[in-house]
């Protein structure tokens, strides 16, 4: 079920590996961000269909620098990652990667949100 209206009938992204290794991520990037307050935070919530999955959060403005690196296990229930930025002035991506266990599934993502 989506985690905004806990219904079936709700958009998420869900992340699966077919046919792929196991050492390559799936990278979701965004768009631009110009710049954020010191106390902007970027939040999302996730799901694990897989027993162990790589989860990694970073930020991009000429070399990658990993705000989140973690490995998650199976949950029936949607988690919530916050990530704090800090005060940024130049532009920069945030890209979220992962990387599945040996089954091929990956994770289920929902609400990215920029929290000032």
Not at 23 to 48: D, E, G
């Amino acid at each position: 079920a989506d985690n905004t209206t806990n219904t079936t009938t709700g958009h998420f992204l869900y992340l699966k590996h077919d046919e792929m290794e196991y050492t390559m991520l799936a990278r979701l990037t965004s768009p631009l961000i110009n710049k954020v307050h010191s106390t902007c935070q970027f939040q999302f919530w996730y799901v694990a269909a897989a027993q162990n999955v790589y989860l990694e959060v970073s930020m991009s403005y000429g070399d990658d620098t990993v705000l989140l690196s973690e490995t998650i296990h199976t949950s029936e229930d949607w988690n919530q990652v916050k990530v704090y930025l800090g005060k940024r002035q130049t532009a920069f991506h945030l890209a979220v990667k992962s990387r599945p266990d040996e089954t091929g599934d990956l994770i289920a993502i929902d609400d990215f949100t920029m929290v000032d």
